[in-house]
């Protein structure tokens, strides 16, 4: 098992950046797939990006070439970086991982306005 708490939601002004940081507690971290996905109101919750436990990274196509996630295993971390952001990136960012089993973290707002 493995919780997820995730860190570094804020305000930001479009064509701002931020990085999201998910501190992982738990055995065998680096055998799990982690991702982040996101939920804004009323809308359902969406994968942003996921990197599996041998390094591949997939993305959605709304934010290739601006956001960026990368893991740490000996830190059991698990971060996104946002750069260029929209207002439509506006919404709760979820970190999970997987290995059978689906971990969510509790989630961190993100907000993009002027």
């Known amino acids: 098992q493995v919780q997820l708490v995730e860190s570094g939601g804020g305000l930001v002004q479009p064509g701002g950046s931020l ?4 501190a992982a507690s738990g055995s065998f971290f680096s055998d799990y797939h982690v991702g982040w ?5 009323g809308n359902e919750r969406e994968l942003v990006a996921r990197i599996a436990n041998d390094g591949p990274t997939d993305y959605a196509d709304s934010v290739k070439g601006r956001f960026t996630i990368s893991r740490d ?3 059991k971390m698990v971060y ?8 439509e990136d506006t919404a709760v960012y979820y970190c999970t991982a997987r290995l059978g089993n ?3 973290g509790q989630g961190t707002q ?3 306005s002027s």
């Open 73 to 75: 295993n000996a830190k």
């Open 37 to 41: 996905y996101r939920q804004a109101p």
């Open 110 to 112: 993100v907000t993009v």
């Open 19 to 22: 990085r999201l940081s998910c």
């Open 102 to 104: 689906n971990y969510w």
């Open 80 to 87: 996104l970086q946002m750069n260029s952001l929209k207002p």
